[in-house]
């Protein structure tokens, strides 16, 4: 595709549960980041990857959080044993290049809710 | 701590008229500054930026204006349309990492 996709858009689990977001950035985009966006709230940065160069993960909130880049590819957040402060909408973004001054493209999030 | 203060948090206007969403931020080495539109159910999506060389840039109905001593910069919607309700973020950026403002809601009422 054309864009940056982001799969589920929806996910309803039980608090405890582990889960897996996934995203595909634009094609030969070598930037990319994700944000969580609480209801009615801006965006908080979670982590970025840039190539091969160490993630960038200071804004990954505790140790439950973690995201894995293979290469320029697909990136996977992976939240365990959730909690109820974690329901928000998980967005992933790409840019051509590593820089906050390159355009991000986002996809359309990932909303999960935490029962 | 909040480096990125955005207001109003909402706003409502009529058709034709002219929304201004105003950012003020703390750090002087950021040196570039963009806007963002959301729409519900979707991404962000980069609208028009500006670094801090240039005091306005306009991009068809949209201008940023910049004001570096007082390091405040805003945006103006012209002859706003129903089509432009949204939520609106600022953000700047030294480097790596954009930081957000907390957005704006508008409301163009026909």
């Known amino acids: 595709g054309a864009g940056v996709s982001q799969s589920p858009s929806n996910k309803v689990t039980e608090k405890g549960k582990d889960v897996e977001l996934r995203c595909d950035p634009i094609s030969g985009h070598t930037a990319l980041y994700w944000y969580r966006q609480r209801l009615g709230q801006g965006l908080e940065f979670l982590i970025y990857?840039?190539?091969?160069?160490?993630?960038?993960k200071s804004g990954l909130p505790s140790d439950r959080f973690s995201a894995e880049r293979t290469g320029e590819s697909v990136s996977t957040l992976t939240i365990q044993r959730t909690q109820q402060e974690d329901s928000a909408v998980y967005l992933c973004?790409?840019?051509?290049?590593?820089?906050?001054?390159?355009?991000?493209?986002f996809g359309d999030g990932t909303r999960l809710s935490i029962l | 701590q909040q480096q990125v203060k955005q207001s109003p948090q909402s706003l409502i206007v009529q058709k034709g008229g002219i929304p201004i969403i105003n950012c003020a931020y703390e750090n002087t080495a950021f040196d570039y500054f963009p806007w963002y539109q959301q729409f519900p159910g979707k991404g962000p999506a980069l609208l028009i930026a500006?670094?801090?060389d240039v005091s306005e840039k306009k991009e068809g109905r949209f201008t940023i204006s910049f004001n570096k001593s007082a390091k405040q910069f805003s945006l103006h919607i012209m002859d706003s349309q129903p089509g432009d309700s949204a939520t609106y973020f600022c953000a700047a950026s030294k480097g790596r990492k954009l930081i957000w403002g907390l957005g704006t809601s508008l409301a163009v009422n026909p």
């Open positions: 973004a790409s840019s051509l290049v590593q820089g906050g001054n390159q355009p991000q493209h």
């Open positions: 500006i670094r801090p």
């Open positions: 990857f840039q190539g091969n160069s160490a993630p960038d």
